[in-house]
């Protein structure tokens, strides 16, 4: 029933949520973690003192296919994948060979979990479980593909990664009758696991700089939204560029839902 539909960036979303409690004009720089993406938008913003009227301009954009997900992905592929037979070997042919590693790449990202159904992977997986060194592990990995349980095995992987955001240690817990994970992990491991994916925001970050041509100093402030803005190791990113006093948060999980609400509120929405 819409006659009209417009798109808008979601850090410029945020940006609009994040203006309301200005009272006077900035240059922020707000960063967008998504599961996906990590996006960023420069924008001069703030009241003007004439009524509603507020002065806008994107100074900058930049985004990075680096985000949430992948803080998943490396605690699932080093966490958990190693009780389902990653890093283990089978025997065939009188040979030592290793598990590939394509079914646990597959397993770690939610979106590549329907290439692990198939009777081809159940062949291939039965056929690596005959060899295995441990083929316990593999039959954990068979069965968890064959009852669904993994979208459950991402779920658990995420309380373990929210965990970690408050606490220097964290229990993963899994448990669907058959198969039973059990792991702990300090906070240190996992900031060393998704060492790439923070190196990857940090260099999109700096990217987005340069291009717009603007300093650090220059930056006002810096509004952080999503769920990846509660990791210490990301926030310390921005902190160590920015300083702490800079650094602006709250409504993580809804600023750009606001964001986009106001912005199709305001008079030169059309």
Do not use: Q
Request: charged residues 25%.
């Amino acid at each position: 029933g819409f006659e009209d539909a417009r798109l808008e960036l979601e850090p410029v979303a945020a940006a609009h949520h994040y203006e309301r409690t200005l009272a006077r004009p900035e240059l922020a720089l707000v960063a967008d973690f998504g599961a996906g993406t990590t996006d960023f938008c420069l924008m001069r913003m703030g009241p003007t003192g004439h009524g509603d009227a507020r002065a806008r301009e994107i100074v900058g954009t930049g985004g990075v296919g680096a985000a949430g997900d992948d803080l998943d992905a490396a605690l699932m592929e080093n966490l958990v994948c190693p009780a389902l037979g990653k890093g283990d070997t089978y025997v065939e042919m009188g040979r030592e060979r290793a598990i590939p590693g394509s079914y646990f790449y597959k397993l770690s990202r939610w979106h590549h979990l329907p290439f692990l159904g198939g009777s081809r992977v159940r062949a291939e997986l039965e056929r690596l479980h005959r060899g295995a060194r441990h083929p316990e592990r593999i039959a954990a990995l068979m069965h968890i593909i064959a009852t669904n349980s993994a979208f459950h095995l991402h779920k658990a992987v995420e309380r373990t990664k929210v965990e970690l955001s408050s606490r220097s240690t964290a229990r993963f817990d899994f448990s669907d009758g058959e198969v039973e994970i059990h792991a702990a992990v300090v906070r240190r491991d996992f900031e060393r696991w998704i060492a790439p994916v923070t190196a990857a925001i940090a260099a999109c970050l700096d990217d987005t700089l340069a291009r717009a041509a603007v300093t650090v100093g220059e930056v006002d402030c810096v509004f952080m939204t999503g769920g990846t803005a509660f990791v210490p190791v990301v926030r310390a990113l921005f902190e160590k560029r920015f300083g702490a006093a800079k650094l602006r948060s709250g409504d993580e999980l809804m600023s750009i839902t606001s964001g986009l609400a106001l912005r199709a509120a305001a008079p030169d929405a059309g």
